[in-house]
């Protein structure tokens, strides 16, 4: 009972503070990891060597887990969120977990190659060059079975929240200036926080009610002193150059 009304209070702050079932979640820039069933296989393009990495870097419409200011949610990748995208030709980066230097590119080198299977997910292939050290120690995991997930930087254009705001799926995002990754590890975007959220909110269902109202009354003062407050009101809220520019100074 104690998680059902738990679950109700965060679907209802939720709400109230968003007021638009069109208003993305507060990290509308992220990285999203899936299982990939990452290959790699040698092939020869213009004469030339090169290891072919194939996978797919987001699999559509299935829900995985996020966190938001107010708790978790469920949210998706709907079929057909990567078509406008893909069809304004993005440039977009190979790395490995989302760092270094670039293996593959659609622009200039066109050693990557986007698309979508017949469900809608995110197909990659990624030339890359054998001579390089870290394409080999790269191709060298993925043989070895140690590197099998894929992840993909993107910013979110558009979506809907569920009637009573416990899921959000996303219809369009922007991989522009985004990146695919080879990754070691495929489970939440933000693993660490979402650890630390998930443990707090199960240890609440614990806790006595004048425990409960002191934490509550503290993280009301928590989110006043970071200026959160207005995420409360019904409003249509800030539009996406706004949170892009927040992210950028670390203000979400």
């Known amino acids: 009972m104690a998680h059902i009304t738990i679950a109700a209070d965060i679907a209802g702050r939720r709400a109230a503070a968003q ?5 993305a979640p507060s990290t509308p820039q992220r990285a999203q990891a899936f299982g ?50 893909l069809a304004a030709d993005p440039d977009v980066a190979f790395l490995l977990n989302h760092r270094g230097m670039t293996m593959a590119r659609t622009k200039v080198s066109k050693t990557l190659t986007l698309g979508t299977d017949a469900t ?36 979110i254009i558009g979506g809907e929240w ?5 899921a959000y799926t996303i219809t369009e995002v922007d991989i522009d200036r985004g990146d695919v990754s080879a990754v070691n590890y495929g489970a939440n975007p933000y693993t ?11 240890g609440i269902e614990h806790l006595s009610g004048p425990v409960l109202r002191a934490i509550a009354a503290a993280a009301d003062a928590r989110i006043t002193e ?8 019904p409003a249509v809220g800030p539009n996406r150059e706004t949170l892009l520019a927040r992210l950028e100074l670390g203000l979400d």
């Open 226 to 233: 970071l200026g959160l407050e207005q995420r409360r009101a």
């Open 19 to 23: 007021a638009n079932p069109a208003i």
């Open 162 to 166: 569920s009637p009573d705001y416990t």
């Open 36 to 85: 990939a069933q990452l290959r790699a296989s040698k092939v020869e393009r213009d004469g030339k060597p090169f290891y072919q990495l194939d996978g797919v870097a987001s699999v559509a419409d299935t829900w995985y887990t996020m966190y938001d200011f107010f708790g978790p949610y469920d949210e998706r990748i709907a079929g057909g969120a990567f078509d406008k995208t």
């Open 192 to 202: 660490s926080i979402s650890s630390r959220a998930a443990a707090a909110i199960d």
């Open 120 to 155: 809608g997910s995110l197909t990659v292939q990624a030339l890359v060059n054998p001579e390089r050290q870290d394409v080999r120690d790269t191709v060298t995991a993925v043989d070895d079975g140690d590197i099998d997930q894929m992840s993909f930087a993107f910013r």
